[in-house]
């Protein structure tokens, strides 16, 4: 049976902590693939606080290119309307789940608002969850998330790994505004593509 891990996210930059996230998720459960999945139109944010999708995924493409058994995929782009990530799951579903065990890549603070998203429970039909966490998080929030009782049934199902990278999007942004280099946090194929795209600015 194949094992498949898949991260969502904006992406607004993806940067290296998110590849350290898939690679040490891809390790740790010996997945066969990890597929990066870009939100077209995320529920929770405005069009005003992204970049626009199609650059969110062409940075994705240059930040797996040559990683072997990562995959970018256009599933949420490409569907009208907002990106729920019960949808997309579901079709994951659909094309894998007999063959193959499907698990949810995401950060700490995701997992603590999961029980805002839409059909929140109806992911684990479809899917386990494999939570990064970085040193010094403090995990109380989610401690407590896992107690309540319909989370609490659904407890075995989500796995928790400590991933040793303290990068954030919010403040790659915030460098590119300040005019400060951003490569070692990005790679140099999606800086060059920021600024020659002039994103962020």
């Known amino acids: 049976m194949k094992r498949i891990g898949i991260m969502g996210g904006t ?22 693939r990890v597929v990066f999945v870009p939100a077209g139109l995320p529920p929770h944010k405005t069009k005003a606080e992204i970049a626009d999708k199609e650059d969110r995924y062409q940075m994705v493409k240059m930040a797996i290119a040559g990683r072997k058994n990562f995959y970018a995929s ?19 579903y659909k094309e ?14 995701s997992i603590n608002d999961i029980l805002n998203w839409k059909k929140p429970l109806e992911l684990f039909k ?37 991933v040793n990278v303290n990068i954030s999007a919010t403040e790659i942004r915030e460098r590119i505004k300040n005019g400060k280099s951003i490569e070692k946090m990005v790679g140099r194929q999606v800086a060059k593509y920021i600024e020659k795209e002039g994103l962020y600015k």
Request: with cysteine.
């Open 74 to 92: 256009r599933i949420e782009m490409d569907r009208p309307g907002y990106s729920y990530a019960v949808d997309t799951f579901r079709e994951f």
């Open 11 to 32: 992406f607004n930059p993806v940067h290296n902590g998110h590849i350290a996230i898939a690679k040490e998720a891809m390790d740790h459960f010996i997945l066969d």
């Open 96 to 109: 894998f789940g007999k063959q193959a065990k499907i698990f949810y890549i995401m950060g700490l603070d």
């Open 126 to 162: 479809f899917c386990e969850f494999v939570v990064a966490t970085r040193p010094g998080n403090r995990i109380r929030t989610f401690k407590r998330l896992v107690k309540f009782p319909p989370l609490q049934r659904e407890v075995d199902k989500i796995h928790l790994i400590e």
